[in-house]
């Protein structure tokens, strides 16, 4: 198996390059960009969500927290 050169290799890599950008650039222009109504609406839903996973877990962990606590007051009496 050989193996090329490094300077073959490093020949190429500008025409890598170019061409990814290239791609990319034509990806870029499919996008469909959400307006600016959009973005803040979905962000106040996001913002909401994470409070609201946020109160869940504090609850659940607040239970677990004193329910492991109990379990462990009445196991070492």
């Given amino acids: 198996m050989e193996s090329e050169s490094i300077g073959a290799r490093l020949g190429r890599w500008p025409v890598a390059v170019k061409d990814y950008v290239g791609e990319l650039q ?9 307006n600016w109504k959009q973005v803040r609406s979905t962000t106040a839903v996001v913002i909401a969500a994470v409070f609201a996973f946020a109160a869940y877990f504090y609850v659940v962990d607040l239970i677990f927290g004193r329910a492991i ?3 462990f007051t009445v196991l070492s009496k």
């Fill in 26 to 34: 034509m990806e870029m222009r499919r996008v469909s960009w959400p």
């Fill in 69 to 71: 606590t109990k379990v």
